[in-house]
């Protein structure tokens, strides 16, 4: 498998040679969408509650934790005080920010870290969703949805009462890269990967599968809820030396040339140490794709333009694998 990453790397570096940029099908697995229910068949019925979860002293019940607009906070202590917007954002559609990306600001696999992005930075993005030139390649999924209708909602104040709140929390990783061959077989819940070690296991191939290390607690919205991502063999050298060499012998010539020391940001560029590796593949395909326009995304354009799905794979999971 490695001996075959390497001939993959150097096939690549011809490729660039050659300048031919091709967009391959999109990678299903990094865009996971809930499966909708054939008709007339509904969910199996949850249990109401109430819930708690280690090191927390709170307890919700099930229609608080879905709430939209009143996320759970079970460690209040952990961040500074919600402004507004973030808290409980503004029915009908500016869903609240604390919801999605969790009031710690680090977010999930499905949606977006925004703690510690620069001010500018975060703006920026609002205004790509807002206006339309930020979108994703698959369509359908709704923290993708959700996102666009709270972003064409949402006042320019407060947007930023949301990127100054984000701008001052620490940024931390929560997924544990695992190199492997071989996968717990799994379901999509939750718009990510759901493991079930106790159905037996399936080839891994050159995908990226995430998902929760404790399914309940990733449910309840813990913001300490640690997460896997199996990537394939030979993937953290591999993504190590395409992020210390791409592109091959032109500007930048890394990814730290923009986005710093570490990969851990620069100026108004974010960073991206220890991102969730599947949100890396999606931002670097819809860049590929031609789905995120605006402000620098000329440039990252150029940076993905002769990148291979497989190139995008092994780079996601060594940035995934840094600690911010």
Not at 245 to 259: D, I, K, Q, R, V
Not at 281 to 298: E, I, P, T
């Amino acid at each position: 498998m490695i001996r075959s990453l390497r001939s993959l790397f150097v096939f690549t570096l011809l490729l660039i040679g050659c300048k031919k940029s091709v967009l391959e099908p999109v990678p299903e697995w990094a865009y996971p969408t809930n499966p909708t229910l054939p008709p007339g068949q509904t969910p199996p019925p949850l249990s109401p509650g109430p819930f708690q979860v280690a090191g927390s002293t709170r307890t919700y019940m099930r229609a608080q934790i879905t709430d939209l607009f009143a996320p759970p906070d079970w460690r209040p202590d952990d961040h500074p005080a919600m402004p507004e917007v973030v808290a409980h954002g503004r029915k009908p559609e500016v869903r609240a920010c604390g919801y999605c990306h969790l009031p710690t600001g680090n977010g999930r696999p499905e949606n977006a870290r925004l703690a510690g992005l620069r001010v500018p930075y975060f703006v920026a993005q609002m205004n790509a969703f807002r206006d339309g030139s930020r979108k994703s390649h698959v369509a359908g999924r709704a923290p993708t949805i959700n996102m666009g209708l709270t972003a064409k909602a949402i006042q320019d104040a407060e947007i930023m009462d949301a990127a100054q709140y984000f701008a001052q929390l620490t940024p931390r990783s929560f997924v544990r890269i695992v190199e492997t061959s071989t996968v717990p077989k799994s379901t999509i819940a939750g718009w990510l990967f759901k493991f079930d070690k106790q159905a037996g296991t399936e080839p891994l191939g050159q995908r990226i599968l995430e998902g929760p290390e404790d399914f309940e607690q990733f449910e309840l919205r813990d913001p300490s809820t640690p997460y896997i991502a199996y990537v394939p063999e030979g993937s953290l050298a591999l993504g190590k030396r395409l992020a210390e060499t791409w592109p091959n012998g032109s500007e930048p010539p890394s990814c730290a040339t923009c986005h710093g020391p570490g990969h851990k940001g620069k100026d108004d560029v974010p960073s991206l140490a220890g991102l969730s590796p599947t949100a890396i593949v999606r931002q670097l395909y819809d860049f590929k794709a031609g789905m995120r326009n605006g402000g620098k995304s000329a440039d990252m354009k150029e940076i993905v333009k002769y990148m291979t799905n497989a190139d995008m794979v092994a780079l996601a999971a060594y940035i995934g694998s840094l600690q911010p």
